[in-house]
């Protein structure tokens, strides 16, 4: 939820710097269109890759170096997790129309719907993840405890 407040900032203040013509978008769009050109199927980890980097402009464009650190320390600390939607193939179409629109928010200077938008985004990953873990959790407890020796 850290992740969603700092992030949800960011994105809030791009879409201000945006409306101001103090940024280009151009970037953004690029990792948007070499995520849609990603097998899904064979890409997850590419898929990763440009999941961050989307972020990481994000953050770099909002301007705000302090927020921008903090937003990379709780990503660092939940990267284990990025993993766990390698299942989920489905998700990867609904990460890119997340993408897609909170670029056409900041693009129409709404920062309000920005940041909602990204609130929306991380809240559907932090459920992935969280179905993920329960499923993995069921496996375990049907399979019984693992021998320690």
């Not at 203040?13 to 097998?39: F, K, Q, Y």
């Not at 899904?40 to 909002?62: I, N, Q, Y």
């Not at 056409?104 to 920062?111: F, K, M, P, Q, T």
């Amino acid at each position: 939820m850290l992740r969603e407040v700092l992030e949800g900032l960011l994105v809030r203040r791009v879409a201000i710097r945006s409306s101001r013509n103090e940024i280009s978008l151009d970037r953004l769009e690029a990792i948007i269109c070499e995520m849609s050109a990603v097998d899904r199927d064979k890409g997850t980890e590419l898929l990763l890759r440009l999941g961050r980097e989307f972020h990481g402009e994000l953050s770099r464009l909002a301007g705000d170096p302090m927020a921008s650190r903090m937003a990379e320390q709780v990503l660092l600390s939940l990267e284990r997790y990025r993993h766990l939607v390698d299942r989920f193939e489905d998700r990867s179409n609904e990460i890119l129309a997340e993408h897609r629109a909170i670029v056409n928010a900041i693009r129409s200077g709404d920062e309000k719907a920005a940041e909602r938008l990204m609130h929306e985004h991380l809240a559907n990953a932090r459920a992935t993840y969280a179905k993920r873990l329960a499923e993995g959790a069921d496996i375990q407890l049907e399979e019984g405890p693992r021998d320690k020796r």
